[in-house]
């Protein structure tokens, strides 16, 4: 039989699963059984009435739920989860640890860390010393505000620490002067309010088939090029080899304000080695001009959404970087690469876009996006990008295995920034992917536009490795 949160369990295979005392067939029949009881639990409009419940339809919060592990609204097994691994507090057993003073500081770069952003994340190494220091293998953790749910992934972690870590560790503590730590995974309850969060948290914890993931991705992007390929082709230097496009790189649109002429940054600023100049001759008068000096121009469109006219800031195509089997080349746009862009152009606005408008009056950066155009979601996606995003969307969650879809979803959710024009073309950086500015909505004059396999074969290889092997138990909860 499979522990409940085994790593084994949610791989869907046969053998039988233990779920809080109650054994299934299948994880399948398990979630089936929960997501019943859920069901139900979301008519008892006293349940709903809780402040800070979610704002959603039954339909949306049992979509992402994956009960009792895992409710996108407050979690009815929280008590149970507990009664069941945790121990009731006993008076008599002492309890006492020094405080702990050592640098647990923890830099950025772990792939575990690195798999999906959110604003004041902590990396998982950074907890791991703590929960080591001042609790025992097998307690329950707790972090009720556990955002993206690195404290789960830290208690988890502390039963599947590599030899090196433990080594390192041990080693550290003892200079210290402190005992060595009793490894071996602790459990966590961990809570947000917010279901984004939560989803994260969700698919950072929670056991999946890793397996099954790396085939999904795979099939997901071969399936998303079957689709729309086509419009990542470009015609090499000779005519008739057919390159994929790597990513567009588009440039804001100025004019001089010597002559009037139009100025595309990108060709005008970028030297032979792709840097930026400080000043640069105006291709039409020769004026002097550096970024300052350009005027701003805001074209006019119809906006795919409500057919209304759409004012927004000029961006044009400036170049592209596409390869043909290993090879990579650069090339400006021609005849077949425009007729390309407005034909997608032409395309209705794909289902899977969101319209909404956002909230500007109270963003610190409303100030900044709304005079540019970009007032509401889709504006931030040119065409092409749109209905890449939302193909992928569309795939990820049509996929029929549920922790499988949960962890497509988790990856295509996080390449959200990179599809849209928040992503900035950094010419000093070899990859162009994930390059939007920490923490600000901020639209560069220069974007690239990257391609869905641009943007996520590599993250589908890097996640396959970073979520092997620490996941054996935890419950979360969306509420206040
Ligand atoms: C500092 S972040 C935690 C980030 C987390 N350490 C991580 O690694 O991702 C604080 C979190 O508290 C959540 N939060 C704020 N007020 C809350 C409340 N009243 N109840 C539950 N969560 C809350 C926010 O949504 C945010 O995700």
């Keep these: 039989m499979n522990d409940l949160l085994s790593p084994k369990s949610g791989t869907n295979q046969p053998s ?51 009960p009792p592990y895992y409710t996108a609204c407050p979690n009815p097994w929280l008590a149970e989860f507990v009664t069941h691994y945790g121990r009731p507090y006993d008076p008599a057993e002492k309890y006492a640890r020094e405080p702990m003073a050592i640098d647990v500081s923890e830099g950025k770069t772990d792939p575990i860390y690195k798999a999906h952003s959110y604003h004041t994340k902590v990396p998982h190494l950074a907890i791991v010393p703590s929960i080591l220091h001042y609790t025992e293998p097998g307690d329950v953790v707790l972090d009720g505000f556990s955002g993206s749910g690195m404290t789960g992934v830290a208690a988890q972690w502390c039963g599947s620490a590599p030899a090196v870590y433990r080594q390192k560790l041990e080693m550290e503590w003892k200079k210290a002067g402190m005992s060595p730590p009793k490894w071996g995974a602790r459990r966590a309850v961990l809570n947000d309010l917010s279901p984004a969060a939560t989803f994260i948290s969700a698919n950072y914890n929670l056991p999946f ?29 000779d005519g008739k080899t057919k390159g994929r496009i790597e990513f567009t790189v588009w440039s804001e649109i100025f004019t001089c304000p010597e002559c009037a002429g139009e100025v ?36 006019t469109r119809i ?32 005849q077949h690469d ?98 939007a500015l920490n923490g600000v909505y901020y639209v560069a004059s220069q974007h690239a536009e990257c391609s869905p396999w641009y943007n996520l074969t590599g993250k589908l290889d890097r996640l396959e490795k970073a979520f092997r092997g620490y996941r054996t138990g935890v419950l979360i909860s969306t509420e206040k």
């Design 264 to 299: 595309n940054f990108i060709d005008e600023a970028l030297d032979e080695d792709n840097r930026t100049r400080d000043s640069f001759p105006c291709p039409h008068c020769g004026a002097n001009l550096n970024k300052d000096r350009l005027d701003r121009v805001m074209e």
């Design 16 to 66: 039988e699963v233990e779920c809080l005392g109650m054994t299934f067939q299948s994880e399948d029949d398990r979630r089936e059984h929960f997501l019943a009881l859920l069901a139900e639990k979301l008519k008892d409009s006293a349940f709903r009435a809780q402040e800070g419940f979610p704002k959603g339809t039954d339909e949306a919060i049992l979509a992402m739920s994956d």
């Design 209 to 237: 088939d890793v397996d099954a993931f790396a085939k999904a991705g795979k099939q997901l992007l071969r399936d998303v090029e079957r689709e729309i390929g086509w419009m990542y082709e470009t015609l090499h230097s």
């Design 303 to 334: 906006d795919p959404a409500t057919n209304t006219p759409w004012q927004k800031v000029k961006f044009k195509p400036s170049f592209i970087t596409y390869s043909i089997g290993a090879k990579k080349y650069q090339k400006q746009l021609d």
């Design 338 to 435: 425009l007729d390309v862009l407005a034909k997608v152009e032409r395309l209705s606005l794909p289902s899977h876009m969101p319209t909404v408008r956002f909230p500007i009056e109270q963003m610190y950066h409303g100030s900044r996006i709304a005079p540019k155009g970009f007032s509401n979601v889709h504006h931030f996606f040119l065409p092409r990008a749109a209905q890449s995003m939302s193909l992928l969307w569309e795939k990820a969650q049509n996929w029929p295995d549920h922790r499988t879809r949960g962890i497509l979803l988790f990856m295509v959710e996080q390449s959200i920034w990179g599809f849209s024009v928040l992503n900035r073309y950094s010419p000093s950086h070899f990859s162009q992917v994930n390059r």
